[in-house]
C-alpha cells in the first residue's frame, strides 16, 4: 500500500476513523463517555444487546454492558468469514528458522473449532481455566481463541518463564489444562520447553492433561494418559463447532504481572468491554483499513501488548498482521526489515528498547532493505526518549510517517493515552492525551489535579470498557494496589508518574513505585530479592532498577552474602547467583550486576533505601542520607566498591 503522508501538524481533517471516532463536539461527561462506548461496542456483534452500559454501583469492580451476550472469538473470526472475508489473510507467520504459514480467517476459523472440539473432548466447561506456555507459533492464537470461544479463562505465560514462575500462575488459576510445545527456538537453537513445564506441572495437581505442539521435533518426557500430542487430538477433530454466546462480563483471561512485592498478581480481564475497547482503540490509533494494511505487532503474546494488539483488537477489526517467532538478530539483525519488506508492512508497533537496539546496530542497517510500505509507527512498554522517537521516524519512517506513543497497562486491557493520528501535531517523547471516552488526570499527593508545567502521579478517574475486574482470588489486594492511595476520590492509581507540559498535554515520567522497567517488562524489585535470598549463599539482598541507554533500566542487585560463601571466587558467586535467578524467574529477571557489599542502607524502620542504591548503581554521589540508620553505611559500601569494575 502507498505509506500515508503524516497529517500533522493538523493541516488537512483528521483521517476519517479517527474524525469518525472522535468525541463529539461537548462530548466530556459521563454520559456522553457511556454514549461513545455505547456506539463503539456496536462494531461487535451481540446475540443479546446489553441494557446498561456501565454499572459502577459495586465499585471499584465494574460491570459494562450488562446483560449484553456475546462470543469473543466469533467476533474475531466466524464474523469476518460469514461476511465473505475468509480468503483473506488473518497471520503472515514467519518462524525463527525461515518456515512460514499463511493463514486465512477460513484457515483460522478451522483451527479454530479443531481445537475447541478438542477442548470439549478432554471435558473442559465454560469457566475452567487453561494456561498456556508456548513460543509464538500459530497454536498459541488458535489455543487462546478455542478458549475464548469456550468461555475457558487462559492464563498464557511467557514462553521465556522458569519452570517455578509457571507453577506458581497455575496453582495460582488451579488450571486444569496446559498447553505447551515439545521446544522452542531461541536465536537460532531449539531449547526444550516441555522438560521445563514437566518440572513445573510436577506440583501443580490441578493440571489433568498437558496438550502438547510438535514446534521443535525435540525428545519429549512423556507421560501416559496425562500428556496428548496437538497433532494426534486436535488436527482429527471435526471442522464445525458453534460458538455459544457468554455474558459480558464473563472472564476472557487471566494475566499475571509484576506488582511491588514479590507474588504476581493474575489480572482478570473480562469479554465485552475488553473487546470493545481494544477494537476501537486498534482502529482509531493505528487509522487502520483493514482492506489494504499489514500490520505488524512485535510484542510477545505471553505479554498483554500481545493479548491485546496482535489477537484481540487486530482480529476483530478483521486485520492482516505478521506473526513472527524469534528473536530480532536471528539469522541476523536485519530480519524485522526484512520481514517489513518482505511482507509490505504499513503498520509497525514494537518498543523503545528495541529501536534504541536496532541505534546501536546503525541506520545503514534499515537503509538496506525497502520500508517504503511503512504508513505508521507505534510505540508501547516505556517512555521513549525523543532520541529514539527521531531516530525511528527518520530511520524507519523515512521521515514521513505519525508515531504513536501509546500508555496503557495490563491492568487497562488497551490503549488509554495516545495521540490520534490527524488529531494534533506530535510531540516526540509524549503519549500527549487520553483517548476518546477515557479520562486521565495527572495529580499531587492529595489528589488534586495539578497545573501545566507540575508533575505528579497519574491517575485514571473514570471506570473504561477494558479495565481489570479484579486480581484473581484477591479482592482486597485489587483495592489496596489500585484504589486505597486516592481512595477519598475514587481515582486508579496508575504507579506512573507524569507531567503536564505548557499545552495540557501528557508526559509519562516512569515507575514511582517498586517496579522496573527492563526492555518494557516489568519486573518487582521485590521478586528478584526474594529469588535471590532464596539461594544458600545470600544473606541479604536489595534490588534497584538502573538507567541504561538500551534497555531502559537494568536490574543491579546488592547483596550481603552469608558467612562463609565468600571463602571462593566472588566472580563465580555473582554468576551463580545470576543464573540462580534466571531459574527461579527466567532469564529476562537475571541482573546485569550483582555487588557484594557489606552493609544495605535502611531507615530507622528497617526499610532499605533504593533511591541511594540507585545512585552508587548509576555512578552519582549518594543523595540525602539523613533518614538513614547508620549514616556510614554508604560510606562502607562505597568503599567496598571502589577499584571494582
Ligand atoms: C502495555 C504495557 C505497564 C507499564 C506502565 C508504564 C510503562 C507502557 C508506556 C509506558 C511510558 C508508554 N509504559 N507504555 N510508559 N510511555 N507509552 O506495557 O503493559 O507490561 O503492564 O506495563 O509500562 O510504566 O505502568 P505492562
Redesign the pocket.
Given at each position: 500500500m502507498s505509506p500515508r503522508p503524516d497529517p500533522r501538524p493538523a493541516a488537512g481533517g483528521p483521517p476519517a476513523e479517527a474524525a469518525k471516532a472522535a468525541p463529539r463536539p461537548g462530548e466530556r461527561t459521563a454520559a456522553d463517555r457511556l454514549a461513545f462506548w455505547s456506539r463503539q461496542a456496536e462494531e461487535l456483534h451481540w446475540e443479546t444487546r446489553w441494557s446498561e452500559v456501565l454499572d459502577w454501583s459495586a465499585a471499584p469492580f465494574a460491570r459494562w454492558f450488562t446483560g449484553g451476550r456475546l462470543n469473543v472469538a466469533y467476533n474475531c473470526v466466524d464474523r469476518h468469514v460469514e461476511a465473505g472475508h475468509g480468503d483473506q489473510v488473518a497471520f503472515h507467520w514467519e518462524g525463527e528458522p525461515g518456515d512460514t504459514r499463511t493463514i486465512t480467517y477460513a484457515d483460522l476459523r478451522r483451527e479454530v473449532c479443531r481445537t475447541a472440539n478438542a477442548l470439549l473432548s478432554l471435558g473442559l466447561r465454560a469457566g475452567d481455566r487453561v494456561a498456556i506456555q508456548l513460543p509464538m507459533i500459530p497454536e498459541a492464537v488458535f489455543a487462546m481463541l478455542a478458549c475464548a470461544r469456550l468461555g475457558l479463562p487462559h492464563s498464557v505465560v511467557f514462553g521465556g518463564f522458569s519452570p517455578a514462575a509457571l507453577q506458581s500462575r497455575i496453582e495460582d488459576a488451579g488450571a486444569r489444562l496446559l498447553i505447551t510445545s515439545d521446544g522452542q527456538y531461541r536465536r537460532g537453537r531449539a531449547e526444550p520447553m516441555k522438560a521445563n513445564t514437566d518440572e513445573a506441572t510436577r506440583h501443580a495437581p490441578s493440571i489433568e492433561h498437558v496438550l502438547v505442539v510438535r514446534r521443535t521435533a525435540t525428545e519429549v518426557p512423556w507421560t501416559e494418559g496425562r500428556d496428548l500430542w496437538w497433532h494426534d487430538l486436535v488436527d482429527t477433530q471435526p471442522d464445525e463447532h458453534r460458538p455459544e454466546a457468554f455474558d459480558a462480563e464473563h472472564p476472557l483471561f487471566i494475566l499475571y504481572?509484576s506488582g511491588t512485592t514479590g507474588r504476581p498478581k493474575g489480572i482478570l480481564h473480562t469479554s465485552g468491554g475488553y473487546l470493545t475497547q481494544t477494537a476501537y482503540t486498534h482502529r482509531a490509533v493505528f487509522d487502520l483499513d483493514p482492506d489494504t494494511d499489514v500490520y505488524w505487532c512485535t510484542a510477545d503474546i505471553g505479554?498483554?501488548?500481545g493479548h491485546?494488539y496482535i489477537v484481540y483488537g487486530p482480529l476483530a477489526n478483521r486485520t492482516t498482521s505478521v506473526l513472527y517467532e524469534g528473536t530480532p538478530t536471528t539469522p541476523h539483525e536485519g530480519r524485522h526489515f526484512e520481514v517489513i519488506e518482505k511482507y509490505g508492512v504499513s503498520v509497525y508497533y514494537t518498543?523503545?528498547t528495541l529501536i534504541r537496539t536496532f541505534m546501536k546496530w546503525g541506520e545503514q542497517l534499515p537503509a538496506r532493505y525497502d520500508l517504503s510500505s511503512i504508513g505508521m509507527l507505534g510505540?508501547?512498554?516505556?517512555?521513549?526518549n525523543p532520541e529514539a522517537w527521531r531516530w525511528y521516524r527518520k530511520h524507519i519512517g523515512g521521515d514521513r510517517v505519525p508515531i504513536v506513543?501509546?500508555?496503557?497497562?495490563?491492568?487497562?486491557g488497551a490503549v488509554m493515552?495516545?495521540p490520534l493520528p490527524g488529531a494534533a501535531p506530535a510531540k516526540p517523547g509524549s503519549?500527549q492525551a487520553p483517548l476518546p471516552g477515557v479520562s486521565a488526570k495527572v495529580v499531587d499527593d492529595q489528589g488534586r489535579e495539578v497545573g501545566r508545567g507540575e508533575s505528579g502521579y497519574l491517575v485514571l478517574d473514570q471506570p473504561w470498557p477494558a479495565m481489570l475486574r479484579g486480581i484473581w482470588g484477591d479482592e482486597d489486594r485489587y483495592r489496596e494496589t489500585y484504589w486505597a492511595r486516592f481512595a477519598h476520590r475514587g481515582h486508579y492509581f496508575?504507579?506512573?508518574g507524569a507531567r503536564y507540559d505548557e499545552d495540557g498535554d501528557i508526559w509519562?515520567l516512569?515507575?514511582v513505585d517498586d517496579?522496573m522497567?527492563v526492555s518494557?517488562?516489568?519486573i518487582s524489585t521485590a521478586e528478584v530479592e526474594s529469588a535471590l535470598v532464596s539461594h544458600p549463599s545470600v544473606a541479604e539482598a536489595a534490588v534497584v532498577g538502573a538507567s541504561d541507554p538500551t534497555t531502559g533500566q537494568a536490574i543491579v542487585a546488592f547483596v550481603i552474602l552469608r558467612a562463609g560463601a565468600t571463602d571462593g571466587d566472588a566472580a563465580e558467586v555473582t554468576a551463580a547467583l545470576r543464573e540462580h535467578v534466571a531459574r527461579e524467574i527466567g532469564p529476562i529477571a537475571k541482573p546485569g550486576r550483582i555487588l557484594v557489599v557489606p552493609e544495605l542502607p535502611k531507615t530507622r524502620s528497617g526499610k532499605i533505601m533504593r533511591r541511594l542504591l540507585r545512585d552508587v548503581a548509576e555512578n552519582r554521589e549518594a543523595g540525602d542520607v539523613t533518614t538513614l540508620a547508620d549514616a556510614s553505611v554508604m560510606d562502607l559500601i562505597t568503599a567496598g566498591l571502589t577499584g571494582r569494575p
Open positions: 504481572t505479554w498483554i501488548t491485546s518498543a523503545p510505540s508501547v512498554g516505556e517512555p521513549i506513543d501509546t500508555w496503557w497497562q495490563t491492568e487497562t493515552i495516545a503519549a496508575a504507579g506512573d509519562l516512569g515507575r517496579v522497567n518494557g517488562h516489568r
